[in-house]
């Protein structure tokens, strides 16, 4: 099964922007449909972007446009890229993976493999 870490959280200004990555060990990514969620203090944990196992994209309305999410399989890792960033984009954001062969998956209950998670802190 997918191991999955992710990186690259950090403490940035308004307006900034990120690079999340998720590597993945065990078998490629490509054999997944992959995502990113994000969960804020005291909120639920909602998702934020989705890539199918045919490279369709799919992404939170309200992110569409500052987010953008891709993968390199020849380092077998998916990644976040984050722009024009907010403090309510303050969140632990997770990478995802699952075995569904339809996608891009929105749904958290759809996956199956999940990272531990990387703090992004977007400060005013």
């Known amino acids: 099964q997918v191991q999955l870490v992710e990186s690259g959280g950090g403490l940035v200004q308004a307006g900034g922007s990120l690079r999340l990555s998720c590597a993945a060990s065990g078998p490629t990514l490509s054999r997944y449909a992959v995502g990113w969620f994000r969960q804020a203090p005291g909120k639920e944990r909602e998702f934020v972007a989705a890539?199918?196992?045919?490279?369709?994209?799919d992404y939170a309305e309200s992110l569409k446009g500052r987010f953008a999410i891709s993968i390199d399989n020849a380092k077998n890792t998916l990644y976040l890229q984050m722009s024009s960033l907010k403090p309510e984009d303050t969140a632990v954001y997770y990478c995802?993976?699952?075995?569904?062969?339809?996608?891009?998956?929105?749904?958290?209950?759809?996956?199956?493999?999940w990272g531990q998670g990387t703090q992004v802190t977007v400060s005013s």
């Open positions: 890539l199918s196992r045919v490279g369709i994209t």
């Open positions: 995802a993976a699952s075995t569904a062969v339809m996608g891009p998956i929105v749904t958290m209950e759809e996956y199956h493999y």
